[in-house]
């Protein structure tokens, strides 16, 4: 166990590559931190924080993975998954080297120093948007994709109240990311991620099983083993790099990322994204062409889609998706208290919240993201718009700009920033006018979640509609 509960300070050396003395102003970071934590100074080790952050970047979006292989080609998503990788790294990178000129160690104060009070308005709101988006997406997931193996697993009918996606999600939020998200500093996560990292193994250990036992099944219904379907290129690339950076997001945690680590400073920090960014770009790639093998063209947005409803080993791994899900829930949570209490506030400041007022907003936070999660199954649009208009703004286009108006580096070695902001703006845009185009094409069946694969009636590997009946609600 490296974790540690010392107030030490951690002295660093300026580094070569650009940064003054005013970077490291140590007696601001140590009040700011104790101040976020509210007290708790509990730190880990680079080697165990590196579990939150791989945590944070993996999510749920390694589902996504083979459908975006679907859209681009295989070659091709790998090139593409690599960029994105290699573009998410560098971006990271770059924003602890931005807040190290500047002194500002949380993103809204980074914001302010460069571009002033628009600035820490204009990202407040995304900082707002995405993880609040990302909590109602998880919740959607644990609704859907739990009740349905309840019902199987219990035999319950459809009407059980047990079987309902309200109750499920309740549930789900009062025992589970509740008394997480009560907690005030993010190295306490860090044992739950640890989890989440294996569950995340175990469950690409049952995809990769199924795909062996699933192999001539699906040659019967689709050209999974022929030449065609495995295309090194398609021309749904750009939707392709819209799922796959959704799926490394993780720069709204950035912060509280960086100070759960002991000793933290830029060249650690390097490292341990470095670490981070590789294993999940693997896992990724693993996910992806496991996936897309087993489906070929067939694959669906949500991979565990794919499988049947009565496939027990998968129902397995379908129960510990939810908890992930659950798991990644609380660090959304954690940004989206900061950028509350911060706008509520009207400031950048770190100023501690007392226990009523954090218990206030944790909760209001809890209560919102339910009632907007039942509400609704089909949030896929809308989560499109998220990835688009917040996530790529905050992966890539801000930390650039960032970068570039605080730094006093020659134009020459601002070269990869400015690229790093070009990739950005062509991807959200490009996104945008997709997600335009299904708008104005929209329709009910577009948020049809529980379609049959064609598969799962072959050789009864399906059970009847009337055994297993799923709540509307």
């Not at 990271?92 to 809204?108: E, K, P, T």
Request: include cysteine; hydrophobic fraction near 50%; proline fraction near 3%.
């Amino acid at each position: 166990m490296c974790s540690t509960n010392s107030s030490q300070e951690y002295l660093v050396a300026p580094s070569k590559d650009g940064m003054d003395e005013t970077s490291y102003i140590l007696q601001q970071r140590r009040r700011q931190q104790q101040v976020m934590d509210g007290g708790d100074n509990l730190k880990n080790c680079p080697k165990f924080a590196s579990f939150n952050y791989i945590n944070s970047i993996i999510g749920s979006g390694v589902i996504g993975i083979p459908y975006a292989f679907n859209l681009s080609g295989v070659g091709m998503g790998v090139i593409l998954l690599a960029l994105v990788a290699i573009v998410t790294d560098y971006s990271l990178v770059l924003m602890l080297r931005s807040a190290h000129i500047s002194g500002s160690f949380s993103y809204q104060s980074l914001m302010k120093s460069a571009f002033g009070r628009y600035g820490f308005v204009v990202l407040s709101l995304l900082q707002f948007i995405y993880p609040f988006m990302a909590m109602i997406s998880y919740n959607i997931i644990v609704g859907d994709t739990a009740t349905k193996v309840l019902i199987r697993l219990l035999s319950l009918p459809h009407d059980s109240v047990f079987a309902q996606r309200y109750f499920v999600i309740a549930m789900a939020t009062i025992f589970i990311t509740a008394p997480l998200c009560m907690l005030r500093n993010v190295a306490r996560l860090a044992k739950a991620s640890i989890v989440s990292f294996i569950m995340v193994l175990v469950i690409f250990v049952t995809i990769v099983i199924r795909y062996e036992s699933l192999h001539d099944v699906m040659s019967t219904v689709t050209e999974v083993g022929n030449i065609n379907t495995w295309e090194f290129s398609r021309p749904g690339a750009i939707q392709a790099i819209g799922i796959m950076s959704f799926g490394f997001m993780c720069h709204h945690n950035v912060f509280l990322l960086y100070d759960s680590i002991e000793g933290a400073s830029q060249t650690i920090w390097n490292c341990v994204t470095h670490v981070a960014v590789s294993i999940s770009f693997l896992l990724m790639v693993a996910f992806g062409l496991v996936g897309y093998a087993t489906f070929g063209d067939l694959t669906q947005g949500d991979l565990l889609e794919n499988y049947c409803w009565n496939d027990d080993l998968i129902n397995i791994s379908r129960l510990l998706f939810s908890l992930i899900t659950l798991l990644t829930f609380p660090l959304e949570c954690m940004v989206t208290k900061a950028v509350v209490d911060q706008t509520l506030r009207g400031g950048t400041d770190p100023i501690p919240m007392s226990k009523n007022r954090h218990a206030i907003i944790t909760i209001s936070i809890l209560v919102a993201t339910y009632f907007v999660s039942i509400s609704t199954k089909c949030l896929g649009v809308a989560l499109e718009i998220n990835g688009v208009v917040a996530a790529i703004p905050l992966a890539f286009v801000l930390p650039a700009a960032i970068y570039i108006k605080i730094s006093n580096d020659s134009w020459k070695q601002k070269i990869p920033a400015y690229c790093l902001a070009l990739f950005g703006t062509i991807v959200a845009a490009s996104g945008i006018s997709l997600v335009v185009y299904e708008v104005l094409t929209f329709t009910a069946d577009s948020c049809e979640n529980d379609r049959i694969m064609d598969h799962c009636y072959i050789n009864d590997t399906y059970l009847p509609t009337d055994i297993i009946q799923l709540p509307l609600n």
